[in-house]
């Protein structure tokens, strides 16, 4: 009887510690070093913009054109989505971030007449249009709060954004074109925030809004993610989460002055790798 007691206390002891060592190997996600983020984004983006004409006798304020109503854009897209965070020491991390979304289409413009530039747009205009939007962050993130199961940091960072709108109509008896740019980097300030439920579920959380007024240019631009996380594996993790940016410019640069206005929403579904 004693034996038997004594056999089944070490079987106990022996589970325990198999279950004690199968937990010890999914460390917590707020000890991560390194996480890749690799998916795709269900978008219902939204643009507007105005292209002003800037001539020898002044401005003439352009009309502000919608690009999924006006000029037959896409209102939904599904793009990549790629993240990254490298650990600097026990609070201190590196984050980058990249989105990019081009959407092009040719309508025959229902409005008008419209200024864009220098063309003008008349009804029955076949327009084509190309709309790029590439947006690249990298953000350095300090942790006020730092345990096994929550870790909130606080996020300086830089988006770099590079944005592109061509209009085009070519017809028989018309022949127009114009393209213009905009690129530079906005500083985003923001926090991120990571909550361990258990030994398989996380939340990722974080919003960056930055809203400013320099020169020629003011606008606004925010961006707000959140994530449910499945781990796998010690090291891999499926997530679910929903995404939210938008991008508010106007410039009144002489020669280059207009208005464009993005935003992108959605689902998202990507992997994570952790070590």
Do not use: C
């Not at 707020?30 to 002044?58: C, E, F, H, W, Y």
């Not at 770099?160 to 980097?185: C, F, M, W």
């Not at 679910?240 to 410039?251: A, F, K, P, V």
Request: proline fraction near 4%; charged fraction near 20%; charge should be neutral.
């Amino acid at each position: 009887m004693i034996r038997k007691r004594k056999g089944l206390l070490s079987l106990a002891l022996a589970l325990a510690a198999s279950s004690a060592l199968a937990d010890a190997d999914y460390f917590s996600p707020t000890n991560q070093l390194v996480a890749i983020s690799l998916g795709l984004m269900k978008l219902s983006p939204s643009s507007s913009l105005r292209i002003d004409n800037t001539t020898a006798a002044g401005v003439t304020t352009g009309t502000t054109l919608n690009g999924e109503s006006d000029l037959g854009l896409d209102k939904s897209r599904t793009e990549p989505k790629f993240e990254a965070a490298v650990r600097a020491g026990k609070r201190d991390r590196l984050f980058f971030d990249y989105l990019i979304l081009d959407r092009d289409d040719t309508k025959t413009f229902a409005n008008g007449p419209a200024a864009y530039g220098s063309i003008v747009l008349l009804p029955g205009d076949p327009v084509q249009t190309d709309l790029m939007m590439r947006m690249f962050g990298v953000g350095f993130g300090h942790s006020f709060w730092h345990s096994e199961k929550f870790e909130l940091s606080g996020l300086i960072a830089i988006n770099e954004i590079q944005s592109n709108g061509s209009l085009r109509v070519q017809s028989a008896t018309r022949h127009l074109y114009d393209d213009k740019s905009l690129a530079g980097p906005l500083p985003t300030p923001g926090v991120t925030a990571t909550w361990v439920i258990s030994k398989h579920f996380y939340v990722d959380g974080g919003a960056k809004y930055v809203k400013i007024s320099i020169d020629h240019l003011t606008g606004t631009l925010s961006i707000y993610d959140f994530d449910v996380f499945y781990r796998l594996h010690p090291n891999v993790a499926l997530a679910l989460g929903y995404s939210d940016s938008h991008l508010n410019l106007e410039s009144r640069q002489p020669g280059n002055s207009g208005a464009f206005n993005f935003d992108a929403k959605g689902p998202e579904l990507f992997v994570r790798v952790a070590f």
